[in-house]
Nanobody, 124 residues
């Protein structure tokens, strides 16, 4: 049974940093691409960052230079380091996995498994 569990969300002031983590279990990690999406109230879910099965990454323009996606060596953990956070980064952040190869840009329909989400709130 595939499981993705996020942690590390919270509240931070603008300009601060947070690190999200996602622990994966139940599938062959090397065969999957993984990503972070986010969804703010009243807005559509949007892709934030991707790391595909070959280790290539992609980012939304709004987070380039501020966010970094990474995995551990075993690929069963996914991270999102978020620096210089802005008010508009406030959202629920979701970890997701897709079997096979993915390239940026990404859509939520490209992904097979989802975590429950971690809330990130940025205040002034």
């Amino acid at each position: 049974q595939v499981q993705l569990v996020e942690s590390g969300g919270g509240s931070v002031q603008a300009g601060g940093s947070l690190r999200l983590a996602c622990t994966a279990s139940g599938y062959s990690y090397s065969s999957y691409s993984m990503a972070w999406f986010r969804q703010a109230p009243g807005k559509e879910r949007e892709g934030v960052a991707l790391i595909n099965k070959y280790g290539a990454t992609g980012y939304a323009d709004s987070v380039k230079g501020r966010f970094t996606i990474s995995q551990n060596n075993g690929k069963n953990a996914l991270y999102l380091q978020m620096n210089s956070l802005k008010l508009e980064d406030t959202a629920m952040y979701y970890c997701t996995a897709a079997y096979g190869f993915r390239l940026w840009p990404i859509r939520s329909t490209d992904f097979d498994y989802w975590g429950q989400g971690a809330q990130v709130t940025v205040s002034s």
